[in-house]
Nanobody, 120 residues
Framework: HVQLVESGGGLVQAVGSLRLSCVASGSIFSINAMGWYRQAPGKLRELVATITRGVSTNYADSVKSRFTISILNAKNTVYLQMNSLVPEDTAVYYC??????????????WGRGTLVTVSS
C-alpha cells in the first residue's frame, strides 16, 4: 500500500506563490504516477497537474504557465509550485498516486488534502 501526506497550504494574497508538498510512504517503488487535484466549494474535484513515471507532465489549462509539478524521488516527494495565484485557485488540494498492487492491478490513493486560500 501507499500513503500520502500533503503540506504547504495556507492563505496567500493574489499574485503570490505557494509550494505544496506530498510525501509518499509504503510501497513507493510501485508508484506509476502522482498528481494534484483540487476541489473548490460547491464544485467537483478537478485535475491540476500530474507527473507520470517521474517524467511526463500534464496540466489543466487554467494553471499552465503558472503551476509546476516536480518530483524528488530520493525523498519520495512530489511538489506543486504555484505562482501568480488568483482567487479562483482557492480550493482544497489533494495529492493523488496511482500504484501497482500485485494481484490487484493499478490502484488509486488520495491524501487528506490541504487548503489553499487566495485573497483578492
Amino acid at each position: 500500500h501507499v500513503q500520502l501526506v500533503e503540506s504547504g497550504g495556507g492563505l496567500v494574497q493574489a499574485v503570490g506563490s505557494l509550494r505544496l508538498s506530498c510525501v509518499a510512504s509504503g510501497s513507493i517503488f510501485s508508484i506509476n504516477a502522482m498528481g494534484w487535484y483540487r476541489q473548490a466549494p460547491g464544485k467537483l474535484r478537478e485535475l491540476v497537474a500530474t507527473i507520470t513515471r517521474g517524467v511526463s507532465t500534464n496540466y489543466a489549462d487554467s494553471v499552465k504557465s503558472r503551476f509546476t509539478i516536480s518530483i524528488l524521488n530520493a525523498k519520495n516527494t512530489v511538489y506543486l509550485q504555484m505562482n501568480s495565484l488568483v482567487p479562483e485557485d482557492t480550493a482544497v488540494y489533494y495529492c493523488h498516486a496511482e500504484y501497482y498492487s500485485s494481484g490487484v492491478g493499478y490502484r488509486d490513493v488520495w491524501g487528506r488534502g490541504t487548503l489553499v486560500t487566495v485573497s483578492s
